[in-house]
Structures are given as C-alpha cells and as structure tokens.
C-alpha cells in the first residue's frame, strides 16, 4: 500500500527557507516518477518540481527555478523540497506525489500530462510578513 506524508510546512518571512518532507511507504523511490505539487486558494493544482530517479532527470517550474531545489534519500524513503527566497506567491498547500512508471519523464508528470497515481494530504506553506 503506497503512502506518501508531507510535513515540513510553516509560516515564514519573505527571503526565507523552508524544507519540505515527504516519507514514502509500500514503494521504492528510485522505481516511481516522484514530485511536489502546490495548490494556491483559487487557483488549479500546479507541478512545481519532479524527478525520475532511475535516469536522475528532474523538473522544475519556471517560477521555481534556481529557488527550490528536489531530492531524495533512497534508504529513508523520504523525498525532500529545499525552499529558498520563499516569496508570498509560494503560499499553497505543497503535495508530494508519486506515479510508478517507467516511461513517464519527470516534466510529463509536473505539467499534468501523465498526473500522479497517489498523493499525499498536502501540507501548508504561508509567505507572509
């Protein structure tokens, strides 16, 4: 049974850092395309960096380009989201996904063209002064 547990979420200053967790159960991690999605109030649900771990490719979105940074420890089964100069339009709720599949490519996933198969419940990340 594949579960996938965020935690890691806040409230933090613009500028500041966050790092997100994701522990994954009943799966390994380097057989999944796997990624972090976020869902702002109002708006859809948006692909904000995924990997595939057996080719070591990895996705991310322009908006979070040279800010946020994913990766992953194999033998914790834990996936991880370095969030760096958070700014107030970062605030979502961030869900950690998982896809098994050996043909979907990791920007395939993100961008919702092969979504994910599970989900985790999403943790919340607030940007604010």
């Known amino acids: 049974q594949v579960q996938l547990v965020e935690s890691g979420g806040g409230l933090v200053q613009p500028g500041g850092s966050l790092r997100l967790s994701c522990a994954a159960s009943g799966f390994r991690l380097d057989a999944y395309v796997i990624g972090w999605f976020r869902q702002a109030p109002g708006k859809e649900r948006e692909g904000v960096s995924c990997?595939?771990?057996?080719?070591?490719?990895?996705y991310y979105a322009d908006s979070v380009k040279g800010r946020f940074t994913i990766s992953r420890d194999n033998a914790k089964g834990t996936l991880y989201l370095q969030m760096n100069g958070l700014k107030p339009e970062d605030t979502a709720v961030y869900y950690c996904?998982?896809?098994?599949?050996?043909?979907?490519?990791?920007?395939?996933?993100?961008?919702?063209?092969?979504?994910?198969?599970?989900w985790g419940q999403g943790t919340q990340v607030t940007v604010s002064s």
């Open positions: 996904a998982a896809k098994y599949s050996f043909s979907t490519a990791a920007q395939t996933m993100c961008t919702m063209g092969d979504p994910p198969s599970y």
């Open positions: 990997m595939r771990s057996n080719v070591g490719s990895t």
